[in-house]
């Protein structure tokens, strides 16, 4: 892995180049049914850990526009030991961090932990708003879009 010590200028926008493409996440992201306070703590979660510092930027600015704590987006960085969460954010946040950096499977106990907090209806909303935000931290990377350009 090289590590500039620059940030390089975006490589294209996908939007304007593929609009097709583009077009079909933004019309599957609004498919998916998750709670706002739980899909903005996935979004940061997943950012995070995915090295997505444009939608890191973004994720929390629509989360502290819905009414979100500085606090507690603080906090989604190390969620497993902040006490601002609940349980059932908990069970999101852990889920999120095993299909994020998913190894093979998720374990078992991560699954069980979030089926005895969501539906299976909200659950399968969950994977999908999960994997949906993996796909675009990963387009959005690859792209190197700059952060701090989006407008809440």
Known sequence: MHHDETIESPRMSLREVA????KAMQALERTIQVEPTIRHLIKVRASILNGCAYCVDMHTKLARKDGETEQRLYA?????EAPFFTPRERAALALTDEVTRIEGRVPRDVWDFAAKHFTPEELANLVWAIAAINTWNRVVVAMRTLPGTFQA
Do not use: I, L, M, R
Not at 19 to 22: H, Q, S
Not at 76 to 80: I, K, L, R, S
């Open 19 to 22: 609009p097709e493409a583009y």
């Open 76 to 80: 989604v960085a190390t969620w497993h």
